[in-house]
């Protein structure tokens, strides 16, 4: 693993920090070292003669905060220290009698502050432990009222490290130079409008010391680039066959949502699969057989309202050549996308199948109707559920909401299925424990049939890979990470507004081109 896949809890960190200060790293020289590389990335930011405005708190988070304005200070920038409180740790203490002593101006109060172009947030960092009220959230929400960029040293002040829930009030950073590891806090959805642009600054922290306090298999994985191209079928082999490369079977759409299943399949086509077959009402079979030509597009029985009723059978010539299609003959198989809720009858058979099976949207919501989430975990091949918010709690209605990365956890582990819990923070669980989250995505992917796009990816992959000795988990992060880079991709060429569901597909295998 990566210093970039790492994820850990302010225990975790402190723990880590311990061990590397009980192994002889005296502790001033640690923070004199990260305190020298942040200030070096500072000066790659802001420009020499600007003012920077230094917020200092009371722990080594501040600590690192006035060791920076020492050093802009020495490099020609215009600097001024906010340090409002009256107890200092020692080490933090001695740099602040330092900057005053080399003359440069101290407040204790927001009145007096002067403008300045960039607001260095040393306030709280990992030391976090209580709601931030009186004197201190008033100047927290004074400097966010002010125009200027702040950059915030490992944590936005105010952030939960853990939850990234907000302790009362919490600085808006425009950047966040995260110190070490990355904090669980950074990666949760709800701490999202107070990190802006995250980074890592890495201080050498020793692997050994990382596995010690993580294990050799950390739990929490972050996904990156690198992980996830590492998982993709490619190259392909010399020699090999269209049914050596997946066979997938999409059951989806309906006559209300026909698109689904169209995106789906793009999604799927995408993926690179060797086979597809898609099994739609029969009314949509030649809609899909025009946009999808190589598909081999299975017509099934419908219900009144145009949804499918039940898998038919297929076969040619006379009933007695008719057989039921054989789920267990396809690689993977993927179901929900369009279904609607009149396909009631046809869940309870599909997770009868003994192939991997990825259950979405409507399918999702009929086992919440049915209350079958149990049945899964008796499945003889691994299931994967990836909900959104909503379906999240209708499935999992008694499960707490406020640590994402908890609750997916809790639902991997009572379903026995891989959860994969949508979000600008997708959280991907498997029943043990070990979750996975991806960094990066992009609001333009808010949009109807997106997440139709990923089924069909996700499930293209999964078929082709499955038998190779691949994690499922490390296939479902990598469609994850592909999906809402193509987002990006998109986004970066046609704004937020341009990424329709269908240009998504478009934009799938340009990321890897990339
Ligand atoms: N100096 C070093 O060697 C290193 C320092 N690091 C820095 O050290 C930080 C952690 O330092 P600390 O453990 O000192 O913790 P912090 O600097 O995050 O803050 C702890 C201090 O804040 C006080 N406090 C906590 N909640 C409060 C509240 N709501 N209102 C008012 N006061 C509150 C505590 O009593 C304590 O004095 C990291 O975030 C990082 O910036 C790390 O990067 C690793 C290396
Ligand atoms: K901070």
């Known amino acids: 693993m990566t210093k970039e896949q790492f994820v850990v809890t302010a225990a975790q960190m402190r723990d880590i920090e311990t061990r590397i200060f009980a192994a002889g790293m005296p502790v001033a020289a640690l923070m004199e070292k990260v305190a020298g590389l942040i200030s070096q990335r500072l000066q790659a930011i802001i420009s020499p003669g600007q003012c920077v405005g230094i917020l200092a708190g009371p722990g080594h988070n501040g600590g690192d905060a006035l060791v920076v ?69 008033t100047a927290i929400n004074y400097f966010n009222s002010k125009n200027q960029p702040i950059i915030s040293i490992d944590i936005p002040s105010g952030l939960h490290t853990d939850t990234g829930e907000v302790l009362g009030t919490a600085i808006q950073a425009n950047y966040t130079f995260c110190l070490g590891l990355w904090k669980q806090g950074l990666l949760q959805e709800q701490a999202l409008p107070y990190v802006g642009k995250a980074e890592l600054i890495d201080f050498d922290i020793s692997l050994a010391d ?71 009402p029969e009314s949509l079979k030649m809609l899909l057989v025009s946009h999808l030509p190589e598909a081999l597009i299975i017509g099934c029985p419908e219900t009144e309202t145009g949804a499918i009723a039940n898998l038919p059978f297929v076969g040619c010539g006379s009933d007695s050549e008719m057989h039921l299609i054989d789920l267990n003959s396809f690689t993977t198989i993927a179901c929900g996308p369009g279904l609607t809720k009149d396909s009631i009858s046809l869940i309870p058979e599909i997770i009868k199948c003994e192939c991997p099976l990825i259950l979405d949207a409507d399918a999702l919501n009929i086992l919440a109707q049915l209350g079958t989430i149990p049945t899964l975990k008796p499945r003889k091949s691994a299931t994967v559920l990836t909900p959104h918010t909503g379906e999240f709690q209708r ?22 299925a891989v959860v994969l819990l949508k979000g600008a923070r997708t959280a991907i669980s498997n029943p043990q424990g070990g979750v996975w989250i991806n960094p990066e995505s992009t609001p333009a992917l808010a949009r109807g049939g997106s997440g139709d796009v990923l089924t069909g990816l996700l499930s293209g992959l999964l078929a082709q890979i499955i038998n190779k000795e691949t994690v499922i988990e490390d296939i479902v992060a990598t469609a994850t990470w592909w999906h809402s880079q193509a987002g990006i991709l998109a986004a970066e060429t046609r704004t937020e507004l341009g990424v329709d569901a269908f240009t998504l597909t478009q934009y799938l295998l340009p990321v890897l081109k990339r």
């Open 395 to 416: 499935l999992f209605p008694n499960i707490s909401y406020t640590n994402r990365i908890k609750a997916v956890q809790i639902a991997a582990q009572e379903s026995g």
């Open 69 to 137: 304005a020492r050093e802009l200070h020495f490099r020609g920038y215009q600097v001024w220290i906010y340090q409002p409180f009256s107890q200092l740790k020692e080490l933090t203490s001695q740099h602040f009698q330092y900057a005053q002593n080399l003359g440069i101006t101290c407040y204790q109060e927001i009145s007096q502050i002067p403008n300045c172009d960039f607001l260095i947030d040393g306030l709280f960092g990992f030391g976090l432990e209580r709601k931030i009220t009186d004197s201190i959230a």
């Open 210 to 280: 990382i596995h010690a306090v993580l294990g050799n298999n950390p739990q929490i994985k972050r996904i990156t680039k690198t992980t996830a191209l590492s998982t993709l079928p490619l190259p392909r082999p010399l020699i090999t066959h269209k049914y050596k490369q997946g066979h997938l079977l999409l059951i989806c759409g309906s006559k209300r949502y026909a698109g689904g299943a169209i995106l789906t399949g793009l999604g799927a086509r995408a993926s690179g699969v060797g086979m597809l077959s898609i099994a739609v």
